[in-house]
Nanobody, 125 residues
Framework: QVQLVESGGGLVQAGGSLRLSCAVSGRTVSVWGMGWFRQAAGKDREIVAGITWGGGTTYYPASMMGRFTISMDNAKNTMYLQMDSLKSEDTAVYYC??????????????????WGQGTRVTVSS
């Protein structure tokens, strides 16, 4: 089992920045990659970014490139999402997730076996 705990969400003004953290515990040796997803009210969950456990490979959908940066600190078993130039449309619950299947790109939520409880980000305009 792998446990994930997000933190760092909150209220921020448009144009501001936030850094989300995801602490990973449990059987981390089984983790191949991690990802950040978000779900706004009334919308489907969407991927924000993905990363391999060692941090060597990252993935961003085109819509997320430029303002979001995903990173890993393996010494701390923690994943981060740096969010800059935030917009009101970034308001959502952000989830971290872990995937265990070797070789997956992690571009879809179906590839992830473990999920955190989510942290809410609200961007005021």
């Amino acid at each position: 089992q792998v446990q994930l705990v997000e933190s760092g969400g909150g209220l921020v003004q448009a144009g501001g920045s936030l850094r989300l953290s995801c602490a990973v515990s449990g059987r981390t040796v089984s983790v191949w990659g991690m990802g950040w997803f978000r779900q706004a009210a009334g919308k489907d969950r969407e991927i924000v970014a993905g990363i391999t456990w060692g941090g060597g490979t990252t993935y961003y959908p085109a819509s997320m490139m430029g303002r979001f940066t995903i990173s890993m600190d393996n010494a701390k078993n923690t994943m981060y999402l740096q969010m800059d130039s935030l917009k009101s449309e970034d308001t959502a619950v952000y989830y971290c997730a872990a995937r265990t299947q070797v070789g997956t790109r992690g571009t879809t939520d179906g590839e992830y076996a473990y999920w955190g409880q989510g942290t809410r980000v609200t961007v005021s305009s």
